[in-house]
């Protein structure tokens, strides 16, 4: 790897007679020909296809898969349950385009924490950074990873139960691959995460296009007294929202490559808006698939959802329905590495982690350092946690930092009138999204408290080490690793230099 200083400039050195080396010296490895002034950096290598993919990729996981049962016993009805699926599309596309308009005003990587640092300074975004790292990003990872787990296994078990052993062993397995191959190459990452998409989609089609077939065939007995006023839970809605919020969650992961982006200006909000409208629509149809099938009593009765359908529409193909979700989670998991690795590594860039995390590989043009950092608390809050509590202890920092950046967009409306925005949306959106985000988090505190409570104590732990390790600045100023490397002419001694 060699290591970027903030301005970007990498330390790599050609061991050549020209430079003052050896001719027996064996020659730093030769840049890529798009390497402007011999820099080694992340390229632009985010297209409007990846971009999608990205952002589809991600936010269809499990969300969908386990999230409808949540919401339909939180509505209290089927007519309900769809209103509360399209609102929330609804709020999320609002949220997605306030970040459309961050990412092309601001077109630096990092996302959530890029925008905070522009926006309310570096404390408050070392907060964040704080939260992320040892908090919000792996528990996240891991709730989606433990979905990858049970489904991969699903079939192998059928149907009998999936032991918690089995599947923390599978979801560390996954967790393993995903971060092996972020770390070997950065097209190979996108070209995979294009095909997951495009198999995800496809699993979403499988459920989607029986289940609308049977719709048209006049099976509308679950849809009978949708809207009936006596089943609606008012007291419950909340709930059903932040559910629904959840499955949703995602949109914003293209913001956190930004720099990565082909013509960020277009593709950006592009990529936000076709992406948006595709999950939303599947979301609602797969949902109708659902109820035309499934009575909301067996909806509610059943642990896997998508299993239960396919195995009352399918016979034996269902068993394929738990590979397709599996891929899925392997998706969401594959574009969240590859989307805050690059926060992780902004973070460094700005001064804010070890610098070693802002180092990229010489040849491969990954930042090694960074897509690695989350691998050992992930796997560690895998095996002392369920699915559930991993889940709610995420959402509250989530939506809590998420709304922050929103409101920095319009707090830096007034600030700072004349930075330019080439994708303006009306200041009603963000204000909406915002005063959403902050009402999620209201509700975690009234629904999970200790939970909660846990994630912001663990929040507040970032004002004293920020104040530690940088406004005092007691960090080690250097760390020398002399790596001895044999040659046919002797020993070379490579020494990298780095700040914690």
């Not at 065939?217 to 009978?224: I, L, P, S, V």
Request: with cysteine.
């Amino acid at each position: 790897m060699t290591r970027r200083s903030v301005n970007g400039e990498g330390t790599g050195v050609n061991n050549t007679p020209q430079n003052g080396g050896h001719p027996g010296d064996t020659p730093a490895p030769k840049e890529e020909p798009d390497a402007p002034n011999g820099k080694v950096e992340l390229r632009k290598k985010v297209t409007l296809l990846q971009g999608i993919s990205i952002i589809i990729g991600t936010i269809i996981g499990a969300g969908i898969f386990i999230s409808p049962k949540g919401i339909l016993k939180n509505s209290g009805s089927v007519g309900m349950s769809l209103v509360v699926w399209i609102v929330c599309g609804v709020l999320s596309l609002f949220g997605a385009l306030s970040y459309a308009e961050l990412g092309t005003s601001i077109q630096k990587s990092g996302g959530h924490y890029t925008y905070i640092l522009e926006a309310f300074g570096p404390q408050m975004a070392f907060i964040r950074l704080w939260a992320d790292l040892i908090a919000i990003r792996p528990a996240g990872l891991a709730v989606i990873s433990l979905a990858f787990g049970q489904y991969i296994l699903e079939p192998i078990f059928m149907p009998c139960g999936v032991p918690e052993i089995a599947i923390k062993l599978a979801t560390s397995i996954g967790i393993t691959s995903v971060m092996y191959l972020n770390s070997m190459s950065t097209s190979w990452t996108n070209r995979i995460q294009i095909f997951l998409t495009f198999s995800k989609l496809l699993a979403i089609a499988i459920i989607i296009v029986p289940g609308l077939y049977m719709l048209f065939k006049g099976e509308t007995k679950n849809f009978e007294n949708a809207f009936e006023v006596s089943n609606i839970k008012l007291t419950g809605l909340p709930l059903a929202f932040y559910s629904g919020m959840y499955a949703y969650a995602g949109w914003f992961y293209l913001n956190f490559v930004t720099e990565e982006v082909e013509n960020p200006e277009k593709t950006v909000p592009l990529a936000i808006c076709i992406s948006m409208a595709i999950v939303t629509f599947c979301y609602v149809l797969t949902n109708v698939a659902y109820y035309t099938v499934m009575s909301a009593e067996e909806l509610l009765a059943s642990q896997a959802v998508a299993v239960t359908f396919a195995g009352k529409m399918m016979g034996n193909f269902s068993v394929a329905v738990p590979v397709f979700v599996a891929l899925s989670c392997f998706g969401s998991m594959n574009g969240c590495l590859f989307a805050f690795s690059r926060m992780f590594y902004v973070a460094s860039r700005e001064g804010h982690l070890p610098e070693v995390l802002s180092m990229i590989h010489v040849r491969r043009h990954t930042p090694l350092a960074a897509v690695l950092v989350l691998y050992p608390m992930t796997v560690f809050q895998l095996f002392v946690g369920d699915i559930y509590s991993l889940l709610n202890f995420m959402s509250f920092l989530r939506w809590l930092f998420i709304g922050v950046a929103v409101l920095g967009l319009i707090y830096m409306r007034y600030t700072r009138p004349d930075m330019p925005r080439p994708f303006k949306v009306p200041l009603f959106i963000p204000a909406i999204f915002s005063f959403t985000c902050f009402f999620m988090v209201f509700l975690s505190l009234y629904s999970d408290p200790v939970n909660t409570g846990i994630g912001f104590a663990i929040s507040l732990t970032g004002i004293p080490a920020y104040y530690i390790f940088i406004v005092f600045d007691r960090r080690p100023k250097e760390f020398v690793p002399i790596l001895l490397l044999p040659e046919n002419e002797g020993w070379i001694i490579y020494k990298t230099c780095f700040t914690f």
